[in-house]
C-alpha cells in the first residue's frame, strides 16, 4: 500500500512516523495498529499517547492510506474530522485485520507526489498543478473550465499569512469558495480571509449611494428613449461597460473624441455607429444620476482616490469577468503591489469586453510595480471535470477559433486534455418531431438535464418542445454545470454569423494544431462580436459533465461538419430520467443563489407546485392593523390572534393591552399557551412529522406561520435537531427574521442562555447547521462581513439575542451588557459552540473593550457603544443587512419593546408591581435614548468639522491655482 500525507503535515515532526509507515507500506495492519472510527476514518497508534487519522481509497487498481491529522496526546476532541464531544474508546474497537474492500476511488493520484490536498474533497495535484502550488506570487493562472484553478488558489491562499482577501464577480461562487476554503473545519489563524463579491468590495470601502444599474432596468430606460439610432439594447450595454467606461484606467469614461477615435477592432459598433452611441452614453450618465443609479466601472474609478492598503494577499478568481478598473480598484487594496493571484479563462467571456492576458499583462507593467520581464503566467490543461468525449469536441472549437482568428495572445492559445474519470457521449440529433418528444418524455422531471440555446429570446421556443424548468440562454448558462447539456438549434439560429466563422477553414487546417499567428483578417471588424458566438458555443457544450445532446434544425452547417458531426441521427431511444422532490428542491435553491429567478420560479410552480399559504401571516403594517382592530372594536378573531402574537413574542404590552379591552383569555396566558401549542407547534414534535411534510412540500421549506416564523425558527426555538436536521437539508434559509428580528441561530442562542437543559442537550446538535456563513455589518459606511469564524460573529449575535432577557433589568440601574452578563449566558454552552478559553471572563472582556467603537485598534469592529464601565450597548450606527435590507441595530431591536421582569417572579406576564417597574424602565429607556441621541450627535458634529475642512481645503487650492 502507498501512504500519502497531508500537505500541512510535517512527517518529521510526527514521533515514530517512519516507523509506522515501513508497517503500512509492508500491508501489517496488525503492528500499524488501526481501528476503524467512522465513514472512511481510521485511527492509527503511533505510540502510547499520540495517534494519527487516515483514511484508505484506491486510483487505478493501486491502494492509498491518506494521513489526515496528527492527533497529539489523545487528542480526538481537537480533530477536525470528528464531531466535537465525541468519545472515542479505543479499547472496545477491534483491530483492523484486512484492508476495506469498498475503499472509496479518487479521480486522480500523482505518483510522483508523497502529499494531498484537502478542500471538500481529497486532491491530489497534478505536475503542472504542484508546479503552480510552489510559484511564489504574483502568478497568473490560466486553464479551461474545469482545470482546477479555484481548487489551485484557495490552496495557494491557504499559503499567506496576513490579510487576505478572494475576490470574483459572482456571488454565487464567493459562496462556494468560502465553503471549500472552511470544508472539513479548517481553520488558519496565520490569516484573515475575506471572501467577497466584487459588488462587496466596493461595498466594503464605502456602500455606495444608490444601487447599481442592472440589464433589465437599462433596457428598460432605452425603451423608453425616442426613436434612439442604435435598436440593441444588449450591445450598447455592453459597449458601455466594455469599452467606453471599462478599459481606461486614467479617466472615468472615454471622451466623445477619444470614443470617435478608436480603431476598428477596439469596438461593437461602426465607424459610423459611434456619434450615435455616445449620445445615448451622455444621457444614459444623466439617467444614472436622476435614479440614484451607480454604473460600478464608474464608482470603480471614483473609489481608486479612496481605496486604502489592507491586504497582504489578494486572489481574483475569473478574472476575465471584470473590466480593467475593476481590477486596477482591487490591486490598490494590495500593501505589496505583487501580492495578487489572477486566474481565469478567456474562452469563457461571453460579453464582448474586449479581455485578452497581454493586455492585462500590460496592466500591471503600465500602472503596478512590475518590472522586465517576469514570468507571470501558467497553463493549466487538464480537464477534472468534463467527460473526454465533451472535452475533445470542446478542443475542436478552441482549433477552429485559432484557425480562423489566430491567437488572441500567446496566453489563450491551448488544448485541454481530459483527465476520464467520468466518460460520457456526444450525439448529434436532427430537430425533429420524434426526438423532441422523447427527450421531453424522458428528462423534463430530471433536474440532470439542461436545455441551453444562444439567445433569451429563443427560449420561448425552446420551451415548446421541453417542458423543463432548465432552459437557459447562454448568458444565463455560464458557470452552471449539469451532467447532460441539451443544444437546441444553437447554430441554426445564427446560422449566417457560424458560416461566417467557418468561412475558409478547411479540416486540414485543424489538423494542424494550434499555431501563434496573427487573424488572417487584420482589418476584419467583426471580430470581437465572431469571438463572442464562438465564445458562446465553447461554454454552452462545456457545461455537459457527462453528455452533449446536440440538435439542429439545419444539420449541414459546414461548422458542424468541421466539428465532425456530420451524421445526424433521426431517432432517439433514452431511459427514464427522473428527479426526486427532494432533488427539485436543491435544484431551485441552488439556481436561486445563482441568480437565476426565473427558472427557480418555474420549478417551484410547475415541478413543486408550491403555494401561497393562505392565512394571514402578522408582521409589520399587518401587525400594526391587527393591534388597532383587536382594541379598537371588538373584534373576537383579532384578539385572539393578537393573544397568540403576545404568547409566541412575549409580548407584555400586548398582553396589557387585551387585558384593558376585557378580552377574558388574556387573564390566564397559561391556558393559552397550552392551546398555542396543540394548535400550532404539535406537528414539529412528532417523531414522524407527516402534516408539517405535507406543508413544506406545499408551501416551501421557508413558509410563514401566522406569528412569522419559518420551521427553522419553530425547530431551533424546540431545539428539535432531527428536524433541524430535515430542514437544513431542505436548504432552508437561515436568514430569515422573526419579528423579534431574530435568525433560527439566535432564538436557538436565547433558548440556550436561559435553560441549561437545553444548552448542554440541543444546542451542540443543531448549532452549526443553524449558523449563517456571516454576518454583513456596515460601520463608518463601510462593509464589514463578519465570518463565523470569529468571535465578533459569536458575540454580536448572542448579544443580539439577549437583548429583550438581559439590557431591561439592566437598564433601570442605568446598566447594559456585562462581561458577567455573558458569562452566565454560555456558561452551558458546549465545548463544540463555545471553546473554552473562549468562555473566559479575561477574553470575553477583551472582545467587548476592543470593538468600543471609540477605540483604536486595527481590527476594531466598532459594534459596541461602552454606556458607562463594564457596561455595554450596541454602537448606535451599527447597521446590519438583514434579509437584504440595511437596518439599524435599534431599528431591528426596539427599545421601546423592552420589558422589566423581576428576578422574583417566575412567569413574564406575571404583572405585580407592574406600574412601579414600567414606571423604572420607562426612566432607564429614556437615559439609554438620550445616551444613544448624544453619541449620534457627536459623530455627525465630527464628520461636519472634518468635512469643513476638506471643503477649506479644497478652497484653498483652487484658489493657489
Ligand atoms: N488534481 C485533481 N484531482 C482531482 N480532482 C481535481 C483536481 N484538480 C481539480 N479537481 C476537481 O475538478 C473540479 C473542477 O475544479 P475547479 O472548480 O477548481 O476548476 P476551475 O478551473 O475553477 O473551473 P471553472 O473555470 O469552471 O470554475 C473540482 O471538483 C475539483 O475538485
Redesign the pocket.
Known amino acids: 500500500m502507498q501512504i500519502l500525507l497531508y500537505n500541512e503535515l510535517n512527517p518529521a515532526a510526527i514521533t515514530g512516523f517512519a516507523k509506522w509507515r515501513s508497517f503500512m507500506e509492508a500491508d501489517d495492519l496488525k503492528s500499524a495498529d488501526v481501528k476503524k472510527i467512522g465513514d472512511n476514518l481510521y485511527r492509527a497508534r503511533l505510540n502510547r499517547s499520540d495517534r494519527l487519522l487516515l483514511a484508505f481509497y484506491h486510483y487505478q487498481g493501486e491502494r492509498y492510506a491518506l494521513v489526515l491529522e496528527y492527533l497529539k496526546s489523545h487528542d480526538y476532541q481537537g480533530s477536525r474530522f470528528l464531531n466535537h464531544g465525541v468519545v472515542v474508546d479505543e479499547d472496545k474497537i477491534p483491530p483492523l485485520e484486512y484492508l476495506p474492500e469498498d475503499s472509496p476511488s479518487?479521480?486522480?493520484i500523482?505518483p510522483q507526489h508523497g502529499r494531498f490536498n484537502l478542500?471538500?474533497?481529497i486532491?491530489?495535484?497534478?505536475e503542472t498543478?504542484q508546479a503552480v502550488f510552489n510559484l511564489r506570487p504574483p502568478m497568473v493562472i490560466i486553464?479551461?473550465?474545469?482545470?482546477?484553478?479555484?481548487?489551485?488558489t484557495l490552496e495557494k491562499l491557504k499559503a499567506c499569512p496576513g490579510d487576505v482577501l478572494y475576490v470574483t464577480l459572482s456571488s454565487y461562487?464567493v459562496k462556494n469558495s468560502r465553503d471549500l476554503y472552511y470544508a472539513h473545519g479548517y481553520d488558519n489563524p496565520q490569516q484573515h480571509v475575506d471572501f467577497l463579491s466584487f459588488q462587496e468590495f466596493l461595498e466594503s470601502i464605502q456602500i455606495p449611494v444608490g444601487k447599481p444599474i442592472n440589464f433589465r432596468e437599462f433596457a428598460d430606460w432605452f425603451s423608453r428613449l425616442p426613436r434612439p439610432a442604435i435598436k440593441d439594447a444588449h450591445k450598447l450595454f455592453e459597449e458601455f461597460k466594455g469599452v467606453l467606461t471599462g478599459p481606461s484606467v486614467e479617466t472615468a469614461y472615454l471622451s466623445r473624441e477619444e470614443y470617435l477615435n478608436l480603431g476598428i477592432k477596439q469596438s461593437i459598433f461602426l465607424e459610423d455607429e459611434r456619434a450615435a452611441v455616445y449620445d445615448i452614453f451622455s444621457r444614459y450618465l444623466t439617467f444614472l444620476q436622476e435614479t440614484n443609479r451607480y454604473d460600478s466601472n464608474l464608482l470603480s474609478h471614483r473609489y481608486l482616490k479612496r481605496v486604502e492598503p489592507r491586504y497582504d494577499f489578494v486572489v481574483v478568481?475569473?478574472v476575465q469577468d471584470l473590466t480593467n478598473i475593476q481590477l486596477f480598484l482591487i490591486l490598490k487594496a494590495l500593501r505589496d503591489p505583487t501580492g495578487f493571484l489572477l486566474?481565469?479563462?478567456s474562452n469563457?467571456i461571453v460579453h464582448p469586453n474586449f479581455f485578452s492576458w497581454s493586455k492585462l499583462k500590460s496592466l500591471f507593467y503600465t500602472h503596478g510595480e512590475l518590472q522586465g520581464d517576469t514570468d507571470l503566467i501558467r497553463i493549466?490543461s487538464?480537464n477534472?471535470?468534463n467527460s473526454p468525449q465533451v472535452t475533445a469536441l470542446a478542443n475542436r472549437i478552441l482549433l477552429l477559433k485559432n484557425a480562423r482568428f489566430g491567437a488572441i495572445d500567446r496566453e489563450s492559445n491551448y488544448l485541454v486534455h481530459s483527465?476520464g474519470h467520468v466518460q460520457g457521449d456526444v450525439v448529434f440529433l436532427q430537430d425533429r418531431d420524434n426526438i423532441r418528444r422523447e427527450l421531453d418524455a424522458k428528462t423534463r422531471t430530471s433536474t440532470r438535464f439542461a436545455v441551453v440555446v444562444m439567445h433569451a429570446e429563443q427560449k420561448a421556443e425552446a420551451q415548446q418542445h421541453f417542458n423543463t424548468p432548465l432552459v437557459f440562454s447562454i448568458q444565463e448558462a455560464k458557470?452552471l454545470?449539469y451532467d447532460n447539456i441539451i443544444l437546441y438549434n444553437f447554430l441554426s439560429s445564427e446560422a449566417k454569423r457560424f458560416h461566417e466563422i467557418s468561412k475558409g477553414v478547411s479540416h486540414a487546417d485543424l489538423q494542424q494544431g494550434l499555431s501563434y499567428a496573427r487573424a488572417k483578417d487584420k482589418t476584419d471588424k467583426s471580430l470581437e462580436t465572431y469571438k463572442f458566438y464562438i465564445n458562446a458555443l465553447y461554454v454552452a457544450l462545456t457545461r455537459a459533465v457527462r453528455n452533449l445532446y446536440w440538435i439542429e434544425a439545419d444539420a449541414k452547417q459546414r461548422l458542424l461538419d468541421l466539428l465532425g458531426l456530420d451524421n445526424a441521427l433521426d431517432t432517439l431511444n433514452l431511459d427514464n430520467q427522473g428527479s426526486s422532490h427532494a432533488d427539485w428542491q436543491r435544484e431551485a435553491h441552488k439556481l436561486e443563489l445563482q441568480g437565476k429567478q426565473e427558472q427557480a420560479e418555474r420549478i417551484r410552480r410547475e415541478i413543486l407546485q408550491q403555494q401561497v399559504p393562505d392565512w394571514e401571516v402578522y408582521s409589520g403594517a399587518t401587525l400594526d392593523a391587527l393591534h388597532h382592530q383587536a382594541i379598537q372594536s371588538n373584534d373576537k378573531k383579532a384578539r385572539l390572534a393578537l393573544f397568540e402574537i403576545a404568547l409566541v413574542y412575549e409580548d407584555r404590552q400586548f398582553l396589557h393591552d387585551l387585558l384593558l379591552a376585557e378580552f377574558k383569555p388574556a387573564r390566564h396566558p397559561d391556558n393559552g399557551l397550552k392551546q398555542l401549542q396543540q394548535k400550532y407547534y404539535l406537528p414539529y414534535q412528532a417523531k414522524n412529522p407527516v402534516a408539517l411534510r405535507n406543508q413544506l412540500n406545499k408551501f416551501g421549506v421557508d413558509f410563514r406561520n401566522p406569528f412569522n416564523q419559518t420551521p427553522l425558527m419553530v425547530a431551533a426555538w424546540l431545539g428539535n435537531s432531527t428536524l433541524v436536521q430535515e430542514l437544513t437539508e431542505r436548504d432552508a434559509n437561515t436568514a430569515l427574521i422573526d419579528n423579534n428580528g431574530f435568525t433560527a441561530f439566535q432564538i436557538a442562542l436565547q433558548q440556550a442562555s436561559k435553560d441549561e437543559k437545553y444548552a448542554r442537550q440541543h444546542l451542540g446538535s443543531i448549532y452549526q447547521q443553524l449558523e449563517p456563513d456571516s454576518l454583513s455589518i456596515q460601520i463608518d459606511g463601510r462593509l464589514l462581513k463578519l465570518d463565523k469564524s470569529s468571535m465578533e460573529f459569536f458575540l454580536l449575535n448572542l448579544l443580539i439575542a439577549l437583548f429583550y432577557r438581559i439590557i431591561p433589568n439592566n437598564l433601570v440601574k442605568k446598566g447594559a451588557f456585562t462581561t458577567q452578563a455573558i458569562i452566565d449566558a454560555v456558561e452551558h454552552f458546549p465545548n463544540n459552540v463555545l471553546a473554552p478559553q473562549r468562555k473566559q471572563r479575561a477574553y470575553l472582556s477583551s472582545i467587548l473593550s476592543k470593538n468600543e467603537m471609540s477605540r483604536v485598534d486595527r481590527y476594531n469592529r466598532k459594534l459596541f457603544y461602552r454606556l458607562r464601565q463594564g457596561h455595554y450597548t450596541f454602537n448606535p450606527t451599527l447597521m446590519l443587512l438583514v434579509e437584504n435590507n440595511w437596518v439599524n441595530i435599534y431599528d431591528l431591536l426596539k427599545i421601546d419593546k423592552l420589558a422589566y421582569r423581576p428576578e422574583n417572579m417566575t412567569t413574564w406576564w406575571d404583572n405585580r408591581h407592574q406600574e412601579y417597574w414600567d414606571n423604572e424602565l420607562a426612566q432607564g429607556r429614556a437615559y439609554l435614548y438620550q445616551e444613544l441621541q448624544r453619541v449620534r450627535t457627536l459623530l455627525l458634529n465630527d464628520a461636519l468639522a472634518m468635512l469643513k475642512i476638506l471643503c477649506e481645503q479644497e478652497l484653498h487650492k483652487i484658489r493657489d491655482n
Not at 123 to 126: H, N
Not at 143 to 152: D, F, M, V
Open positions: 479518487l479521480a486522480y500523482n478542500l471538500d474533497k486532491i491530489s495535484f497534478d498543478q486553464g479551461s473550465a474545469g482545470s482546477g484553478k479555484t481548487a489551485l461562487l478568481d475569473e486566474c481565469g479563462d469563457q493549466l487538464t477534472y471535470r483527465n458557470g454545470e
